[in-house]
């Protein structure tokens, strides 16, 4: 069974930092594209970041640019997100999710097959 699992979420204050990670297992992160999104209480699912496993090309969006970054690990399976500066507007549950192939269409999230359970990050200002 192919299973993403998340990690790292905590209660950060302003300002800190944070990293999470997505472990796969049953299947391995030789060509997949992996993303973050995060979801806060009210608001619709948003993408955060991609990676495709294959050559490292990274994304962000605008909000994040600069103060996040996302790392895969192909030999352990595992992407992470370095998430710094962080402010009360990054409160969310993270989720990872991957696709097979590339980060086209990456904040669609129909896009992704996968999809872990979240790991919740909550900044207090």
């Known amino acids: 069974e192919r299973q993403l699992v998340e990690s790292g979420g905590d209660l950060v204050q302003a300002g800190g930092s944070l990293r999470l990670s997505c472990a796969a297992s049953?299947?391995?992160?030789?060509?997949?594209?992996i993303a973050w999104f995060r979801q806060a209480p009210g608001k619709e699912r948003e993408g955060v970041s991609c990676?495709?496993?294959?050559?490292?090309?990274?994304y962000y969006t605008n909000s994040v640019k600069g103060r996040f970054t996302t790392s895969s690990d192909n030999a352990k399976n595992t992407v992470h997100l370095q998430m710094t500066s962080l402010k009360p507007d990054d409160t969310a549950v993270y989720y990872c999710?991957?696709?097979?192939?590339?980060?086209?269409?990456?904040?669609?999230?129909?896009?992704?097959?996968?999809w872990g359970r979240g790991t919740q990050v909550t900044v207090s200002s």
């Open positions: 049953g299947f391995f992160f030789d060509a997949w594209a």
């Open positions: 999710a991957a696709a097979a192939g590339y980060c086209s269409d990456r904040y669609a999230t129909y896009k992704y097959d996968y």
């Open positions: 990676i495709t496993s294959t050559d490292g090309s990274t």
